[in-house]
């Protein structure tokens, strides 16, 4: 098979690729590069009810929690108590968030549905668009996977064709597509990285990884125990998000002074996250805000007794959960400090500009498809992209569509 039928074939794929996920890459680049810097536009946006007075003494948790109940009229079901002195302590009733002054206990505010983070966020793991948008991410970073893929093998060095060069002048063609190929042939790796790490999060592929992982006992401690529903859950390390049965315990018993009191004397001084019982017999669970992911650390404190049923932490996780829970943390930017969060952010910045240079492009070419290839390259670069399919299967079942579709326009043409 001739090699420049193949680099065709290979360029169709990139071509149809980048036409079927290009706005919502756009849009995970723009919201991934916002969320990196999460905590510094929540002090911009709610500068008024996060920043307090540092120093002084604490008030105790319940005067806080009582305070909140008494403004809102509702219940209290979690805490998150920051690593600074000079931040606000944020309790949860039903979807609203209220900030209060540790020092004094006055209430500074409240923020409905999460605010502007959460909804970058949802837009960025498309949540907003219900349930259907989950698998709808694994679909997109699939295919981003393969966008990269055959990015790299079309930039890469060979007769002709140069991986770094910006030739040409400014508005022509082979200046865009060279500036399109150099800015993906340096790229390619942390794009590739960002979508690999963020498919754990996915429904079917990710819940797919965790049941293999903890088949392999590479995953949590068998003994850890996670009965909590879905929004406490996004307080705890990956590995710890499906668990078994619910433990039994009394009713009553400890407060939230206590169980902060325990987990101050576990060595959890620093930023946590406290969920409240959600009915008799449940424990309370505190977990380290962690920002490196050997920082992960877990306890569930039996609500009657106040004994430490689990303290669950790094050591504990198998190689898998490790493996899964270091890309997280630095798909987040937070594993290596600021080096890692402008790294990932040139990531974000880099698929953003991919995206702008890939329609003007199209553009340059007059709204024309790639040449062409034969039968036979087609079929075996098809092969190869299937492949890829059968690791990600919702990406898989994309791909057989649109080779379909190819299918069928191709019969159009010819009828």
């Known amino acids: 098979m001739e090699s420049g039928t193949f680099y065709r074939a290979m360029w169709r794929w990139h071509f149809y690729a980048g036409l079927i996920v290009l706005p919502m890459l756009a849009l995970m680049a723009v919201t991934g590069a916002l969320y990196l810097y999460k905590p510094e536009i929540e002090r911009i946006v709610y500068r008024d009810r996060i920043v307090v007075q540092p120093g002084g003494a604490l008030v105790a948790p319940s005067r806080l929690v009582a305070a909140v109940e008494r403004a809102s009229g509702g219940v209290v079901s979690q805490i998150q ?10 309790l949860m009733v039903g979807r609203t968030v209220w900030f209060t002054d540790p020092h004094d206990g006055r209430i500074l505010g409240s923020m409905a549905g999460g605010g502007v983070m959460k909804t970058i966020k949802d837009l960025h793991s498309l949540a907003i668009t219900g349930p259907i948008g989950n698998r709808l991410v694994e679909v997109v970073a699939g295919w981003a996977i393969l966008l990269c893929v055959t ?35 340096l790229a390619a790796g942390v794009i590739l990285f960002l979508a690999v790490t963020g498919m754990p999060w996915t429904e079917v592929w990710g819940g797919g990884l965790r049941g293999a992982i903890a088949a392999q006992g590479l995953g949590r401690p068998s003994a850890a125990i996670v009965p909590w529903s879905a929004p ?12 078994g049965a619910v433990p039994g315990g009394a009713g009553g018993g400890i407060g939230v002074d206590e169980v902060v009191r325990i987990a101050d004397q576990r060595g959890l001084g620093g930023g946590i996250t406290i969920s409240f019982p959600a009915s008799a017999g449940m424990p309370w669970l505190v977990s380290a805000q962690a920002v490196k992911a050997e920082d992960a650390r877990v306890l569930t404190i039996d609500a009657g007794s106040g004994a430490v049923a689990q303290d669950v932490d790094w050591r504990m996780f198998g190689g898998g959960a490790k493996a899964v829970e270091w890309g997280v943390a630095t798909h987040q930017g937070l594993e290596y400090g600021e080096p890692n969060r402008l790294l990932m952010l040139a990531g974000c910045l880099c698929l953003l500009l991919l995206c702008v240079t890939a329609p003007v492009l199209w553009w340059k070419r007059r709204w024309g498809e790639p040449p062409a290839a ?7 670069v098809a092969g190869l992209m299937l492949l890829l399919g059968v690791l990600f299967p919702l990406t898989g079942l994309s791909m057989i569509a649109a080779l379909l579709g190819e299918w069928g326009v191709v ?3 010819r009828a």
């Open 151 to 185: 990015g790299l093998y079309l930039r890469w060095p060979r007769a002709g064709n140069r991986a770094l060069a910006l030739r040409g002048r400014p508005g022509g063609r082979l200046f865009w597509r060279d500036l399109h190929g150099t800015v993906g042939f």
């Open 411 to 413: 019969r159009l043409r």
């Open 232 to 243: 406490v859950k996004e307080a705890l390390p990956w590995a710890l998000r499906e668990g």
């Open 374 to 380: 034969t039968p036979a390259a087609r079929r075996m």
């Open 81 to 90: 108590r920051p690593a600074g002195d000079g931040e606000s302590w944020r």
